[in-house]
């Protein structure tokens, strides 16, 4: 089996499980990585994520989700709006999403290379590819409807 087909069928069993997708494509734990030391989302990030997953398989899920949560700097607000993103673009096809930020300064040296970062680590990323302003599928035929793009 190619390491596509393998991707497809993880990925599938994630659509409306997206802890399970941060759990399973990101290195938590494993040496020689930048995630050797953490075991995974902090508890506040699980949170949100089982509230995604859970909210998409309920007779609510054609309703828009709206989450706030007040905080600091660093806690990985940025970190999570990444795993939300790739969760996304990874499980449904033809997924098409915007990121933005406060400021047009703040989308290009703080928001995008926290995706781009995440991206260096998903296990999938083979099947996508990231630039200075869109994270888009790698098929050719694709790349315009299957995308996410940082617009300030």
């Not at 989700?65 to 940025?78: N, P, Q, V």
């Not at 995008?112 to 990323?125: D, G, S």
Request: charge should be positive; include cysteine.
């Amino acid at each position: 089996m190619n390491v596509n087909a393998i991707s497809a069928k993880i990925l599938a069993t994630c659509l409306h499980d997206p802890l399970k997708f941060v759990n399973t494509v990101y290195p938590w734990g494993q040496a020689g990585t930048v995630l050797e030391k953490v075991k995974g989302p902090r508890a506040w990030q699980k949170e949100v994520l089982i509230e995604i997953g859970e909210h998409l398989i309920s007779s609510r899920k054609h309703e828009p989700l709206k989450i706030a949560r007040a905080s600091g700097h660093g806690i990985g607000k940025t970190a999570l709006m990444s795993w939300v993103n790739q969760w996304a673009m990874c499980t449904m096809v033809e997924a098409r999403g915007v990121v933005t930020a406060n400021t047009e300064s703040q989308l290009r040296t703080k928001t995008w290379p926290e995706l781009r970062k995440w991206y260096n680590l998903l296990a999938v990323k083979d099947l996508f590819r990231v630039d200075n302003t869109v994270f888009r599928c790698d098929d050719h035929d694709s790349e315009m409807t299957w995308r996410s793009d940082a617009i300030p």
